[in-house]
């Protein structure tokens, strides 16, 4: 009868320690890739009522390694304004969504943003003075200013996601659990009362 080789307790923990460090060193470069907000107010501009952001994108070396792969990305930013009620559902007071996409030309190997309202779209080799140049101030129309009702409570929420552009709904249905964020999308809220 053939002996059995069997590892030690000791063993058999290093080697689940080691292969637990591998597992979080694959994963370590995902940690880093965020999208972070910066300074969201809500203002009055020329008696429009003004969501303002900027968003800060964490990993863009993985960014830049998906639009080099030949991925259109696409920013969207969703801002909704409730009148926040104690009794009742709050009310949806306005909603506005932003979309920018950004690209790599492939012909000038430079990165290429689009930003709604402006008629060029901003381009550079480096991506991340791309980025902060682009989407360091962002502003959402919510509609005009004396909507809001002194003394009401208010909530803005707002959701961000950076994802593949330009892929087709059907195709997004089959692939049902297939995720198409580049980086995990994140929301925000602000309470406030004017």
Known sequence: MPAVCR?????????????????????????CQSLNLRDLVVDNQAGTLTARFGVLVGGAKEVAESLEDGAVLALTCQARLYQRRDYWLDGLRAENTF?????????????????????????????????????????????????LRHGASYSLGLDVKLNQADIPNWFKRLLFFWSWDVIPATSYKLDFKY
């Open 7 to 31: 590892p030690r307790p000791a063993v058999r923990a290093a080697l689940v320690l080691a292969l637990v460090l591998a597992f979080a060193a694959q994963a370590a470069p995902g940690l």
């Open 99 to 147: 979309v920018s996409r950004l690209r790599l030309d492939s012909l000038t190997r430079e990165f290429v943003l689009d930003i709604p309202g402006r008629e060029a779209p901003l381009k550079n080799k480096d991506l991340e003075a791309l980025l902060a140049e682009g989407w360091s101030d962002i502003g959402l129309s919510l509609g005009p200013w004396n909507a």
